[in-house]
């Protein structure tokens, strides 16, 4: 009994794995496509196509990969760049900023950016009180000479107690005046915190092994002797055999751009204690890549592309209908992935039947 009821079950589950494989097998899969009728572009290499506002060119396709490109050039775009300079406030060497270059294989000039000015108008401060100081004590000696002539008289007490109540009034003006001369002394001193530099140095790359280089807050020195065979520090732009190049904020600076490979005319737009940012006008490439039944992104709309063959690509706006293929896809290899599950655990249990049905009995 026990070895009929196994063959039994195991011939069941045999015809459980034979219909689902059978299924498997003739099973019709579902494919995304575009048929030439709903697409909205047909596109070979070569062409050019307008999505928005923006006239695209096909520069690659590989239908065999399932891939293309398309691009964007606008020759009249508004570009930046940024060189890193060596800051004078930080203490930099004159040449640990970005070098670049006026033309291509040319030399290479060093960015170094002066530090924020602030030292001239402190010490102009320091003369305006040391004037003032001077001012007080000239007012001073006039008041002693005055108190020397009004004597000792009950007149004289009257009047210098007046004077002494309308001093008083003016202390308490000046005391509000003292707060005054605060807010303003931290308000130049934010000002100094704030200060940025207001010109840079363009460099010519030089040895510096055969001379006494000093970088200091207002710019580069280097150590030369005078007629009388003295050494002092000059200007490093004062020095005949280093070429410098001083500019400013909305100065031009014609440069060789690597990226571009190219000479550019370029405008200081920003300069910070440590950063120059420049804009130029240059071309710029907007690249979209394109894949085999994927859906991709143009000028913020959304399009199906399919490759129909080696040398055309479709798109279509209906994605809708294409996401729907791709759903259809996905849920028949869903099935099939299930069915294969049938059939691993049909053979499982065929294994184990035969396993019991050969078993020996009791008895």
Same mark, same amino acid.
């Given at each position: 009994?026990?070895?009929?009821?196994?063959?039994?079950?195991?011939?069941?589950?045999?015809?459980?794995?034979?219909?689902?494989?059978?299924?498997?097998?003739?099973?019709?899969?579902?494919?995304?496509?575009?048929?030439?009728?709903?697409?909205?572009?047909?596109?070979? $290499?070569?062409?050019?196509?307008?999505?928005?506002?923006?006239?695209?060119?096909?520069?690659?396709?590989? #239908?065999?990969?399932? *891939?293309?490109?398309?691009?964007?050039?606008?020759?009249?775009?508004?570009?930046?760049?940024?060189?890193? !300079?060596?800051? %004078?406030?930080?203490?930099?060497?004159?040449?640990?900023?970005?070098?670049?270059?006026?033309?291509?294989?040319?030399?290479?000039?060093?960015?170094? /950016?002066? %530090?924020?000015? !602030?030292?001239?108008?402190?010490?102009?401060?320091?003369?305006? =009180?040391?004037?003032?100081?001077?001012?007080?004590?000239?007012?001073?000696?006039?008041? #002693?000479?005055?108190?020397?002539?009004?004597?000792?008289?009950?007149?004289?007490?009257?009047?210098?107690?007046?004077?002494?109540?309308?001093?008083?009034?003016?202390?308490?003006?000046?005391?509000?005046?003292? =707060? $005054?001369?605060?807010?303003?002394?931290?308000?130049?001193?934010?000002?100094?915190?704030? %200060?940025?530099?207001?010109?840079?140095?363009?460099?010519?790359?030089?040895?510096?092994?055969?001379?006494?280089?000093?970088?200091?807050?207002? !710019?580069?020195?280097?150590?030369?002797?005078?007629?009388?065979?003295?050494?002092?520090?000059?200007?490093? *732009? =004062?020095?005949?055999?280093?070429?410098?190049?001083?500019?400013?904020?909305?100065?031009?600076?014609?440069?060789? =751009?690597?990226?571009?490979?190219?000479?550019?005319?370029?405008?200081?737009?920003?300069?910070?204690?440590?950063?120059?940012?420049?804009?130029?006008?240059?071309?710029?490439?907007?690249?979209?890549?394109?894949?085999?039944?994927?859906?991709?992104? /143009?000028?913020?709309?959304?399009?199906?592309?399919?490759?129909?063959?080696?040398?055309?690509?479709?798109?279509?706006?209906?994605?809708?209908?294409?996401?729907?293929?791709?759903?259809?896809?996905?849920?028949?290899?869903?099935?099939?992935?299930?069915?294969?599950?049938? /059939?691993?655990?049909?053979?499982?249990?065929?294994? /184990?039947? %035969?396993?019991?049905?050969?078993?020996?009995?009791?008895?």
């Amino acid at each position: 009994m026990q070895l009929r009821a196994g063959i039994v079950y195991i011939v069941l589950f045999m015809v459980v794995t034979a219909g689902a494989y059978a299924v498997i097998a003739t099973a019709e899969s579902p494919q995304v496509t575009i048929d030439e009728a709903d697409a909205d572009y047909q596109l070979e $290499a070569g062409d050019d196509v307008t999505i928005g506002e923006l006239t695209y060119n096909v520069s690659e396709l590989d #239908g065999a990969a399932g *891939t293309g490109t398309l691009e964007h050039v606008d020759d009249e775009a508004v570009l930046d760049t940024t060189w890193s !300079g060596a800051s %004078a406030l930080e203490g930099d060497s004159w040449d640990s900023g970005d070098a670049i270059q006026f033309e291509e294989d040319g030399e290479e000039y060093y960015v170094y /950016i002066y %530090a924020p000015p !602030g030292e001239e108008v402190e010490e102009d401060d320091d003369e305006d =009180e040391a004037d003032d100081d001077d001012a007080n004590d000239e007012a001073e000696d006039e008041n #002693g000479d005055t108190e020397g002539e009004n004597g000792d008289g009950d007149e004289a007490e009257d009047e210098n107690g007046d004077a002494e109540d309308e001093n008083g009034d003016a202390e308490d003006e000046n005391g509000d005046g003292d =707060e $005054a001369e605060d807010e303003e002394a931290d308000d130049e001193e934010t000002d100094d915190v704030d %200060a940025q530099p207001e010109a840079f140095l363009l460099i010519e790359a030089f040895d510096d092994d055969d001379m006494t280089v000093v970088e200091r807050a207002d !710019g580069v020195y280097v150590a030369v002797e005078n007629e009388d065979g003295e050494e002092v520090l000059r200007s490093v *732009t =004062e020095i005949d055999d280093i070429d410098t190049v001083e500019v400013e904020v909305g100065d031009s600076v014609t440069f060789y =751009e690597e990226e571009m490979e190219a000479q550019v005319d370029g405008e200081v737009t920003e300069l910070e204690t440590d950063s120059v940012t420049l804009e130029y006008i240059g071309e710029e490439v907007t690249s979209v890549s394109l894949e085999h039944n994927q859906a991709v992104l /143009i000028e913020g709309e959304e399009f199906g592309v399919h490759f129909p063959s080696e040398d055309v690509v479709y798109l279509t706006e209906d994605v809708e209908s294409f996401e729907a293929q791709h759903d259809a896809v996905e849920e028949h290899e869903e099935r099939i992935h299930g069915l294969w599950w049938v /059939i691993g655990l049909s053979i499982s249990m065929v294994i /184990i039947l %035969a396993g019991l049905a050969f078993m020996p009995t009791r008895g």
